[in-house]
């Protein structure tokens, strides 16, 4: 019975949601490459942690690959121009989350052929693995999934722990997306290549590909390119959202589960996006540092849904009239995926690092609907994949009740959105729980302050 | 059939064990008794009770110990009308003080007439959810979302929403109670004194034409009123000025007159002097 469970469970997770892929769009749409705008920006913050110091001053030439911002701190990485040209300002630009940063702005030279400064590319095999790990940091690679966190980080795990297991990233569980398929697919080889360089760094010996079950032809490649010194496995996962969060597919694979507020590295994994590994790659195949990266641009909304090599820093505008612009019906267009994607206010806002797909909705998908009271039907338990109770949890949000939300587990929901999706009232769980996050957060920030001013025993009315 | 004796056993075990326990709580009582100052709670009863926190004190409560021992004036509760105050004041005996009243004031005055808007938010009405969803629609980043969060926080009722989508403070209402300064998830309520004047209605860190393509009635950052007012008074912050109220009373009507997009304002009472409120919802000064 055990042994049968286990098989069902194997290359799965329990709870989740199921919504339509729509991958069909682009997935068998081949990499292009974008040509260059005529204007890149390039915000400095777009990675977790600390934003890039600024390194160049209107006026300046760039050359493709030169730094314009450099790290700022351990948690950070320097940020390259995307294209040769001239720097004409760094000025206040729309930033894709919604506020106004900091942006290099750089005139790209027309007619220019766009080939970088000849360099050096480093072998690998004679590095050790701080050398490695700085040279990946000084390309200025971050996890290309969407959370942009800085790669070399990862790279190091912490003293005393082990890792038993890389877990590489392939799922793509967000409908539209096919980014991280046509890398899996045109390049295993890079995939390969910079799993080989990660293992090294981290100091395990086994590997492990997590690809869901609706890309057959990536896993068949993937199977096929693995090289012979190598223990890569290729495990084909159950076709689930939200499979490529990162607990999730912890769980889905190794049968373990990162305890709440804990890390992968706590159960022996670390997980890393396909995109990022073949980034890391290319570092010591071209030499080259993170300047472009392959974003899916597809939606009804799009008229020519496309798999493209964009430039960072390439604006929106430029991303969609290259795919031949919006269709007239086209209401709403997201950063990432439909499910946690960001709502974009503005297209002159930049493609970053982060920026997996372009996804464009028609007034049909994005319409309003109206929310109507909770039927406490029990559906959000059944979908959420960290099994809080979104319903509880959503009373509590209406009421302001704050502090009971964090008593059950708010803090562990990662926004994946499967509680909104089910909800046959309508009610945007996940936004409020987004809202929730956030106003416990500044309130612990409010709380450390106060007691850091106040000092020990300090009083208000004292 | 129950014999007689039972019942008054039955009367006897629990007169008993009531006599017992109420001689244990007069006992207690006795020991344990705090003496209060017997003046606390008709203070309290008199002081408005809406524990909004304005004067520093944990409560209504809190601030009547604190007037009982002299430590604070009666007029530090801002809440309280002229008539409360003489009350409380002649309750206690002494002169009710003064403390300078202070208003919550709006760094933005970008209403939907004069703001452009770039695209449209649907969700959750709420000032807090907009800014986190794609920073609300607004083209400018740094101006009112107008979704009322303020409103809202308010217990006194002295926000309303103009028909613009702006929020009107009354200072006849206004305690400065600090609830709207942290509703405002954009933090554009400040606390000021009524009767400082001088107001730069703007947050935006955007420059001249840039500025001015997103909302009318921006900061420019063209610097005329540093120009024109008193030396020191007013600077420029990253693309915004910024008044110094410490030196308030330096302030003179000239440094608003040259600004181009009426950013900078001089005020006396209420902020917004043209205000389009629905019927029964006016706003007293």
Request: hydrophobic residues 45%; proline residues 7%.
């Given at each position: ?10 290359g ?6 199921h ?84 942006a ?12 970088p ?35 070399h ?46 293992m ?55 049968g ?67 795919c ?8 709403e ?28 909705l ?22 959420c ?78 | ?75 530090g ?10 009350d ?50 607004k ?122 997009t ?24």
């Open positions: 019975m055990i042994t049968l469970l286990d098989g069902w469970l194997k799965g997770f329990r709870h989740g949601v919504p339509p892929d729509h991958k069909e769009a682009t997935a068998s749409h081949p990499i292009r490459r974008m040509p260059f705008p005529d204007e890149i920006v390039l915000p400095l913050r777009q990675h977790a942690g600390a934003p890039a110091r600024l390194l160049v001053q209107p006026g300046q030439r760039v050359e493709r690959g030169d730094k314009v911002g450099e790290a700022q701190g351990y948690v950070s990485v320097p940020i390259h121009a995307s294209a040769s040209g001239t720097v004409t300002g760094v000025d206040w630009w729309p930033h894709p989350d919604g506020s106004q940063a900091e290099v702005r750089i005139a790209v030279d027309p007619h220019s052929a766009q080939i400064r000849p360099r050096l590319v480093p072998r690998w095999d004679d590095l050790n693995p701080d050398q490695v790990r700085d040279a990946v940091k000084d390309a200025g690679v971050v996890g290309l999934g969407g959370a942009a966190f800085p790669t980080v990862k790279l190091k795990p912490p003293e005393g722990m082990a890792v038993e297991t890389l877990l590489v990233n392939g799922a793509e569980c967000e409908p539209y997306l096919t980014s991280d398929h046509r890398v899996m697919l045109e390049h295993p080889e890079r995939v390969h290549f910079g799993i080989r360089i990660m090294q760094c981290l100091g395990t010996s086994r590997a492990v590909i997590g690809v869901e079950r609706n890309k057959p032809d990536a896993v068949a490649r993937l199977r096929a390119t693995i090289p012979d010194d190598l223990d890569i496995e290729v495990i084909a996962l159950r076709v689930k959202y939200p499979q490529g969060a990162e607990k999730m597919l912890i769980k889905a694979v190794t373990r589960e990162v305890p709440s507020g804990k890390l992968p590295i706590h159960v022996g994994t670390v997980v890393q996006n396909v995109g990022s590994i073949a980034a890391i790659a290319e570092i010591f195949e071209t030499g080259y540092p993170l300047i472009e990266r392959i974003v899916t641009v597809s939606g009804p909304g799009v008229v020519r849904p496309s798999n493209l090599l964009v430039p960072v820093g390439t604006k929106l505008r430029d991303v969609l009239a290259f031949g612009g919006l269709t007239p019906d086209a209401r267009v997201l950063m990432g995926g439909p499910m946690m994607g960001a709502p974009q206010g503005d297209l002159d806002a930049p493609v970053l690092k982060g920026t997996s797909g372009i996804v464009v028609t007034a049909a998908e994005a319409k309003p609907t109206r929310v109507h009271p909770c039927i406490s039907c029990g559906h959000c338990l059944d979908a994949p960290v099994f809080l109770n979104p319903s509880l949890l959503g009373k509590e949000a209406q009421a302001g009740r704050y502090g009971d939300m964090v008593e059950h587990h708010l803090m562990d929901c990662m926004l994946c959105g499967s509680c909104s999706y089910v909800c046959p009232s309508n009610i945007p769980l996940s936004q409020m729980f987004a809202l929730a996050k956030g106003a416990v957060r500044r309130e612990q920030q409010r709380a450390k302050e106060a007691a850091a001013a106040d000092g020990p025993g300090g009083g208000k009315a004292a | 059939m129950l014999a007689p004796s039972a019942v008054l056993a039955s009367v006897a075990i629990l007169g008993g064990v009531g006599v017992t326990f109420g001689a244990l709580i007069a006992l207690a009582n006795a020991r344990f008794r705090v003496d209060e100052d017997p003046r606390l709670d008709e203070l309290a009863d008199l002081l408005p009770g809406a524990n909004c926190g304005a004067c520093g004190f944990a409560g209504c409560r809190a601030f009547a110990e604190a007037a009982l021992g002299g430590a604070v004036a009666p007029a509760c801002t809440v309280m009308g002229e008539v409360e105050l003489d409380v004041a002649a309750f206690l005996g002494v002169d009710a003080g003064e403390a300078d009243k202070r208003v919550a004031r709006l760094l933005c005055a970008g209403g939907s007439d004069v703001a452009r808007r770039k695209a449209d938010y649907v969700g959750i009405e709420s000032c807090a959810a907009a800014a986190a969803v794609g920073g609300g629609g083209a400018c980043s740094w101006g009112c979302l107008g979704l009322a969060d303020c409103a809202v926080a308010c217990d006194f009722d002295a926000i309303r929403m103009s028909a613009t989508d702006l929020p009107v403070v009354d200072p006849a209402r206004c305690t400065a109670c600090n609830d709207c300064v942290v509703a405002c998830p954009l933090d554009l309520f400040v606390l000021l004194p009524l009767d400082a004047p001088l107001l730069v209605q703007c947050r935006n860190l955007l420059d001249g034409d840039a500025a001015e393509a997103v909302c009318s009635v921006a900061c420019t950052a063209c610097k005329r009123c540093v120009q024109d007012a008193a030396p020191g008074l007013i600077h420029m912050d990253r693309g915004v000025a910024v008044v110094d109220y410490q030196q308030i009373e330096l302030a003179n009507p000239k440094a608003v007159e040259r600004c181009p009426g950013a900078i304002v001089w005020i006396e009472g209420r902020q917004f002097p043209v205000l389009d409120l629905p019927a029964g919802n006016e706003v007293t000064v």
